[in-house]
C-alpha cells in the first residue's frame, strides 16, 4: 500500500480533479488516500468524501498546510508516502512509477517531473515559463512539481513538518543531491497562473520561502541544488531570447523585491493564484 497525504484550503473547484487522476486507474487498496481539509469554507469535503471509501478525509477548523500535513502523517500507515498538493495533476502510474523507484532504496525522496498547462496564460506568462525550462530548477521535482514522496528512512530524517512557507524547500534540502531523484516517467501537470500579477506574486511567496528557509536552516541550504545564475547568463547570448529573459528578469526582480518587504515586514501571508484553479479534466488525457 502506498499513503497519499493531499492538504487542501478551500480546494472544491479543483480536489475532484486531483482525485481522479490519483484513483482512475487504482486497484482497490492499492492507495491509501487522505485529504486533510484545513479551515475549508467551501465544499472541499463534501466533494472528496463523493470518491467513497477510497478516500479518507479529515476536516480541521485551521487553516495552515504544515498543520495539515502533520495531521495527514499522523493517519497515514503505509510507506512510500506521498504528498501531493490538492491543485496539481499526479495520475495513477505517475504515483506507482515513484513508489517503484523508492522502494529500490537507492534513494530516499522521490517526484515527478513538472509540466505547466499555459491554457489561457497571457504572452508574457508564457515567455516566462519558456525560459524557466531551460534552468536547471526546472529538472528538479522536488518544488515545483507540487508532488514528492518520500521512503520510511527518508520521512524519519525530520519530525514534524515546521511551520514554513515552503514545505517542498523544507523537504528538499533534507537530502543532498545523490539521495533524491526526479523521475522522468512520472509528471505532475501544475497549472500556472493566468496573468503577470498572478505570476508576480506567485513567485513571490516562492522567494519569500527560499529566503525563510535559508535564514532557518543554513546548514541544510546547500543541500538546495545549483543555481539558475549561470544558465542564465548564457540565455542572454542568443538575441531572440532577449524579449522572453526581458519578461522572466522583470517577473524576478518584481517578485524579490515583494518578498523582501514581506520580510522587513514579517509578514507571513498565504499568495494564493485564483486563476489557474479551473476544475478542467482535460489535461489528464492529454
Known sequence: MVSIVI?????????????????????????????????????????????????????????????????????????????????????????????????????????????????????????????????????????????????????????RFPAVTADDGFVRIQFAAHERATISSAQSIVFAPRTLEDLIAIKSRSHFGSHELARLYPKLWPNRGPSNRRSLLRLFANPLMWPRLAVFCLVALEARRRARNRQRANQQIWTRDHSSRIGSLRAVED
Open 7 to 159: 492538504p487542501a484550503h478551500n480546494e472544491s473547484e479543483v480536489i475532484a480533479r486531483t482525485l481522479d487522476a490519483i484513483t482512475r486507474d487504482a486497484a482497490p487498496g492499492e492507495f491509501e488516500i487522505i485529504v486533510v481539509c484545513n479551515g475549508c469554507s467551501d465544499a472541499t469535503a463534501a466533494v472528496a468524501r463523493e470518491f467513497g471509501p477510497a478516500v479518507q478525509v479529515i476536516e480541521c477548523p485551521v487553516a495552515g498546510k504544515p498543520n495539515a500535513l502533520n495531521l495527514g502523517d499522523d493517519a497515514a500507515r503505509a510507506f512510500p508516502r506521498i504528498y501531493v498538493d490538492a491543485d496539481v495533476i499526479v495520475t495513477t502510474n505517475s504515483i506507482r512509477a515513484l513508489a517503484d523507484r523508492l522502494g529500490q532504496g537507492d534513494v530516499v525522496a522521490v517526484a515527478p517531473r513538472q509540466k505547466f498547462d499555459l491554457t489561457g496564460c497571457s504572452r508574457a506568462v508564457r515567455a516566462y515559463y519558456a525560459v524557466q525550462s531551460l534552468l536547471p530548477s526546472s529538472r528538479e521535482g522536488i518544488g515545483g512539481s507540487g508532488v514528492y514522496g518520500l521512503s520510511e528512512i527518508g520521512r524519519k530524517r525530520f519530525g
